[in-house]
């Protein structure tokens, strides 16, 4: 009890206080009275004074040691009590005397503060602070609040590059600490700056009473007129854009509370680095660059239209989608927003919120747009029962590219989708870009104008893109925009000027000779950039070493291609069985040829088409590349001309499906009574075995 001093100026202690005063009985004149009759007085005290008394201690001790403690006690209430007073104090000052700017961590007015304090060394010197090695991403909560004090010199130019790493590995951040006041000087003027940590109970998918972390920075200047605040932060936000003219900054979906989150930023990538056709290109950007013109924006305002441009990108991987639109959003200086849609957690409605919240000018890149809900066929809930009759051939593509889909299914719907692409609450401003390497399997609905209003499709290296590839890898071009690579630029001599145009010339010369060499439509540009990029300090020796290269991918291809086809033979084959049994089926359901209205029958068909489209996609992924595609068993047995179905232990003569010419020659398919499917041009797959690592 007579710690309670800790809590002086608690009511209830200093009571607790007063209680133990008055324990001690005063004599006259208010003089305390004697030791003995002191004790007592309080009860149990004759016992303990007796224990003492057996050890040979003065008992009289206790009444001293007590007198010492209330003392004691009295002080640090004082001094809580000072102190409280203080705060008060502080407080009204804070109130009445103090501007103050409160600043939340998603928005992005907390970056300019923090790249301020990084900067400026503002309480590194603090003995409490945070370290850290992390460099790539940094988590919105400690953007750029971090600093290298051995770099600090370098980093300290307004658009010079952070150095996050030595030979050793990455550098020690150190972030001050929150839930600490820093003081600083700006203009002359006193500043205060606090970061708390906020822990907010969430209900989202993390589960009830989760916890989310934010951040807030409060920052406090002496004076009621708030012009010096208003300063700062426009100077921080100055500093912030030039550090980030040079580079594009990509926001991601925090899976964890479900909003955007600034997660990298990378130097500009230049158009010119990413190699398309010229056509596509110039029709891309200015197709763009007319969307961002104010005049359009206006135009878009007076005819009552909601400004909002989508494209859609299509093609195998790896033949440049991704980096196009990074390029895009350096050159025209918008922000990008990174979503897929197969991330965990995300639904309709965070999609919703996450397009809501969109600031304008920014390209949303919606990832692969073609996995699991947002696909019409094979996506997650969908309809795997789906009849195969069509005569498409598409459909066959799609059964046969099924197993490549390996994707995980999202939990957002196509219609939670399109409501948020064009929704009533989706900002206006942005650019949509959909990535997908299935066109084919989008719903209509989603790449319909309006939504895409305009599709580029990115394929496998033609002649152009070829030279263009091997141009920029070896011309010495730098492609990252960035302050120090165009001052380099602007300080070449006469003579490196001359020495590069040399160089350009061979360069091209060589690049010629490449292009010339590989097969136009072959190889996807990351496939060619994969073989030039061991050998980028010596074009020649690409050239070199180019045929023995190609002589084992054009192998690869042939055996993948050779693969493919005895797949799709199957099918074929089966797909005619198939029809035939089900042909069957009716006829001992319905002893004629009418419509499946039987539900029972209805059911078996579906299964039977579930089980048949599946069986096709195992069955060769089981099998080795060497399978015999003649082993297909089935109930056909072949007798004369005619082939019997066995089926309920009833035996039926149908009329003959030929089935030869499987391994064979393609031009002398067959053609069924369901139509000519002999035709179907064989698709190679999109991954093969690459060049084995020298
Ligand atoms: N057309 C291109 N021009 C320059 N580089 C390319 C091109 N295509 C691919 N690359 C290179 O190949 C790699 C993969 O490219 P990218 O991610 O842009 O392909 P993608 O089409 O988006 O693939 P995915 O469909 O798998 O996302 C990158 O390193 C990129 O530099």
């Not at 939670?416 to 942005?430: K, M, Q």
């Not at 097969?519 to 496939?527: D, I, S, W």
Request: net charge negative; glycine share 6%; with cysteine.
């Amino acid at each position: 009890m007579l710690f309670m001093g800790g809590l002086a100026g608690d009511p209830a202690a200093m009571a607790l206080n007063a209680g133990l005063y008055n324990q001690i009985p005063l004599g006259a004149g208010g003089q305390p009275v004697q030791s003995d009759e002191a004790l007592a007085s309080i009860p149990g005290a004759e016992m303990v004074k007796r224990l003492l008394d057996q050890y040979g201690i003065d008992s009289s001790l206790l009444i001293t040691v007590g007198m010492l403690l209330t003392i004691f006690n009295s002080f640090t209430g004082l001094y809580s009590f000072f102190l409280n007073m203080i705060y008060q104090a502080m407080n009204f000052f804070a109130a009445y005397f103090l501007s103050k700017a409160h600043i939340r961590s998603n928005d992005e007015s907390f970056d300019y503060v923090m790249e301020y304090l990084a900067r400026n060394e503002i309480s590194t010197d603090s003995r409490l602070f945070h370290v850290s090695t992390q460099q790539d991403t940094i988590p919105r909560k400690h953007k750029a609040m971090f600093y290298d004090g051995a770099t600090f010199q370098g980093i300290n130019r307004p658009d010079s590059e952070f150095v996050q790493a030595d030979e050793y590995g990455p550098k020690l951040k150190f972030i001050p600490a929150s839930a600490k006041k820093h003081y600083f000087f700006f203009e002359k003027t006193l500043f205060i700056i606090e970061r708390t940590i906020e822990h907010t109970p969430t209900h989202n998918n993390n589960g009830m009473g989760a916890r989310a972390d934010d951040e807030t920075v409060d920052i406090w200047t002496v004076g009621r007129n708030p012009v010096a605040l208003r300063r700062f932060l426009a100077h921080c936000r100055v500093l912030f854009m030039k550090q980030q003219q040079y580079k594009t900054v990509l926001h991601t979906c925090d899976t964890y509370d479900m909003r955007w989150s600034a997660s990298q930023t990378r130097p500009i990538r230049s158009l010119d680095s990413v190699v398309m056709t010229f056509k596509d290109k110039n029709r891309l950007l200015t197709d763009i660059a007319e969307y961002l013109s104010p005049k359009t924006k206006a135009w878009y305002q007076e005819q009552g239209l909601p400004y909002r441009r989508g494209y859609l990108f299509y093609g195998l991987p790896g033949t440049g989608k991704t980096s196009l639109t990074t390029a895009i959003a350096g050159a025209f200086n918008l922000k990008l927003f990174i979503l897929s849609l197969g991330a965990q957690n995300l639904h309709d409605n965070y999609v919703q919120e996450l397009f809501m919240s969109l600031p304008p000018r920014a390209i949303v890149l919606l990832e692969d747009v073609d996995s699991a809900n947002v696909d019409r066929d094979y996506g997650y809930g969908m309809n795997h029962d789906e009849d195969i009759d069509s005569e498409d051939d598409e459909e066959v593509d799609k059964v046969l590219n099924r197993g490549q889909n390996t994707r995980r299914p999202s939990n957002v719907s196509l219609s939670g989708l399109l409501n948020a692409i064009d929704g009533v609450g989706s900002a206006e401003g942005r650019v949509l870009i959909m990535t997908t390497n299935r066109r084919e399997s989008l719903d209509t609905a989603l790449i319909r104008p309006g939504r895409v209003d305009m599709e580029i499709e990115f394929g496998r290296a033609n002649h152009e893109v070829l030279e263009q590839i091997f141009i920029q890898l070896y011309s010495g071009k730098k492609q990252n925009v960035s302050s120090l690579a165009l001052e380099a630029e602007k300080k070449k001599t006469e003579k490196e000027i001359a020495e590069e145009a040399t160089h350009k010339q061979e360069i091209e010369e060589l690049a010629k000779k490449f292009a010339a060499m590989v097969p136009e439509g072959t190889f996807t540009p990351a496939e060619v950039q994969n073989f030039l990029l061991p050998r980028k300090r010596d074009p020649k020796l690409a050239i070199d070493e180019l045929q023995e290269w190609l002589d084992v991918q054009l192998d690869n291809i042939k055996k993948s291609e050779e693969k493919e086809k005895r797949k799709r033979t199957k099918f074929l084959q089966r797909r005619q069985k198939w029809l035939k049994q089900r042909k069957q089926m009716k006829i001992l359901s319905h002893g004629d040829d009418s419509d499946d209205e039987s539900e029972d029958f209805g059911r078996r068909k579906k299964r039977r088409s579930k089980d048949f489209l599946e069986g096709i996609v195992e069955e060769e992924e089981g099998k080795g590349q060497g399978e015999d595609a003649e082993k297909v068993e089935g109930d056909v047995k072949k007798e004369g001309g005619d082939e019997t179905v066995t089926s309920e232990n009833k035996e039926v003569s149908v009329p003959e499906i030929k089935t030869e010419n499987v391994e064979g020659d393609d031009s002398k398919s067959k053609k069924s009574e369901e139509g000519d499917w002999s035709d179907v041009e064989t698709s190679r797959p999109a991954s093969r075995p690459t060049e084995p690592s020298s």
